[in-house]
């Protein structure tokens, strides 16, 4: 028995809700390779150390690589997104991220250290381009709780960090230390299923909206300046934490890898996924600036207790509790920021995001 065709209104809002999820699965999964590009490479700190001889020096400067070529892919987001639209910049993200995972893996191949620094800008460029592009497109899909939306899209990063954390763990555990480069191309096969999803699916407008302001105005604004500060340490605060928690635990606290990546790091990703789930599915009608402020000074204090506590598990637990401590500060200054950039257009609320991270 065939089904009468739905109401033409009825049709047409169905359409539009499906392609609203499909955009919200896409937006996620792109936070989700973010975060797995990212939190890849420090896991293999100490391995690379050993392995190409280099000093704690390079090793931290890949970090810095990392962050600047975000930070100079950020601070063109809006230029680029006039310039090239949302599809082929989202696509650019993705393919950004697979080639620069293999680059990362061919090192032991030719280049050595040449080829971790070529790898490690590829793929910061993509994880960039993903930073500015993610979140202002799910904005853009209607929703009644923009917040809550927002925190859920951010859980997708301690999410994929915890997935990275855990599979490479165990693949390590099980090919050993030396057989990284494969783990690393087994990774780059995720941003290919971005790739085909960003092609396909209908990705929603940005409405520039609001007015124009120049740079000398804004930072004239101390709302603007008090916003920017405010993401600035709180992007700070979570990534000293996520960047070197797995070397500080093996090489600070002496304990395995295995330890150090699976309850150090990956206990750091839980709490922070919970955190970001809880504040996306009751959160919403908490006082943001009470949630703030409680994050932050719980930070302080597992940083201090994680580097001045005499007992390494004491100091591995607050590496843990630490994940749940940052959880919101990130995603949460970005919203609570909200009322001091309100009046100014998008293309300035990627330049902030960029700023701050």
């Known amino acids: ?178 057989g990284w480069p494969w783990v690393v191309a087994a990774w780059s096969l995720v941003p290919v299923v971005g790739i085909w999803l960003f092609a396909t699916i209908p990705l929603p407008s940005l409405d520039p909206g609001g007015r124009r302001v120049r740079a000398r105005d804004l930072l004239r604004s101390g709302g603007f300046r008090l916003a920017l500060l405010a993401m600035v340490f709180a992007g700070a605060t979570e990534v000293a934490f996520a960047q070197w928690t797995s070397a500080f635990a093996q090489h600070g606290l002496g304990v395995s890898q295995a330890v150090a990546d699976l309850v150090g790091f990956g206990l750091f990703a839980v709490g922070m996924a919970a955190g970001r789930l809880w504040f996306g599915m009751y959160g919403v009608g908490h006082n943001l600036v009470r949630t703030l402020s409680l994050g932050a000074a719980a930070s302080a204090a597992v940083y201090l207790l994680a580097a001045l506590s005499p007992w390494p598990v004491v100091s591995l637990a607050a590496c843990a509790c630490a994940g749940l401590a940052v959880s919101m500060l990130w995603p949460g200054t970005q919203r609570a920021g909200r009322s001091a950039e309100q009046w100014f257009s998008p293309p300035w609320r990627l330049r902030v995001t960029a700023a701050a991270r």
């Not at 460029?125 to 899209?153: N, W």
Request: include cysteine.
């Open 1 to 178: 028995m065939t089904q009468p065709p739905l109401p033409i209104a009825t049709a047409r809002n169905h359409s539009g809700m499906e392609a609203s999820s499909a955009i919200v699965r896409a937006c996620r999964l792109g936070m989700f390779v973010q975060a797995m590009v990212i939190n890849l490479a420090p896991l293999l700190f100490v391995q690379l150390h050993a392995q190409f001889g280099l000093t704690w020096e390079m090793v931290g400067r890949l970090v810095l690589i990392n962050f600047l070529t975000q930070l100079a892919v950020d601070l063109a987001g809006s230029r680029l997104i006039a310039a090239c639209g949302l599809r082929p910049l989202c696509v650019a993200a993705h393919v950004a991220a697979f080639v620069g995972l293999l680059v990362f893996a061919t090192a032991p191949l030719a280049g050595g250290y040449a080829m971790l620094v070529a790898g490690t800008v590829v793929f910061s460029a993509g994880c960039g381009l993903l930073e500015v592009l993610m979140s202002p497109i799910l904005d853009a899909v209607p929703s009644q709780r923009k917040a809550g939306d927002m925190a859920l899209l951010h859980a997708f990063y301690p999410i994929g960090k915890l997935a990275v954390i855990v599979g490479t763990a165990v693949a390590l555990l099980l090919i050993g230390p030396g």
